[in-house]
């Protein structure tokens, strides 16, 4: 029921960055931990990063730490992801998800997917 919708991605050159954006609907996003995750071409999908509903904890998949970063602004019912130093292993669908819980997660809404491309 709750609708989350993914945009900000596209090509990019290898080294830059890209800030992707997740909105949901509702009254109730500040109570939701929200979640990004990717799939890239012929893998699985994979867990990128979680935050709790007001934004004081956050974590990422340990590979990703320091070059991934999640955030939120609950006055405008978005969730942010910004990577820098991108590279051609970046390129993927990349999801934002919904869970009641940030210590206990069930991604229960999932968006549509963003591609992000990456180019040498």
């Known amino acids: 029921q709750v609708q989350v919708v993914e945009s900000g991605g596209g090509l990019v050159q290898a080294g830059g960055s890209l800030r992707l954006s997740c909105a949901a609907s509702?009254?109730?996003?500040?109570?939701?931990?929200m979640g990004w995750f990717r799939q890239a071409p012929g893998k699985e999908r994979e867990f990128v990063a979680a935050?709790?509903?007001?934004?004081?904890?956050?974590n990422y998949a340990e590979s990703l730490k320091g070059q991934f970063t999640i955030s939120r602004d609950n006055a405008k019912n978005t969730v942010y992801l910004q990577i820098h130093s991108l590279k051609a292993e970046d390129t993927a669908v990349y999801y934002c998800?919904?869970?009641?819980?940030?210590?206990?997660?069930?991604?229960?809404?999932w968006g549509q997917g963003t591609q992000v491309t990456v180019s040498s």
């Open positions: 509702g009254r109730s996003f500040s109570t939701y931990a």
């Open positions: 935050i709790s509903r007001s934004g004081g904890s956050t």
């Open positions: 998800a919904v869970s009641w819980s940030y210590d206990r997660p069930a991604w229960r809404y």
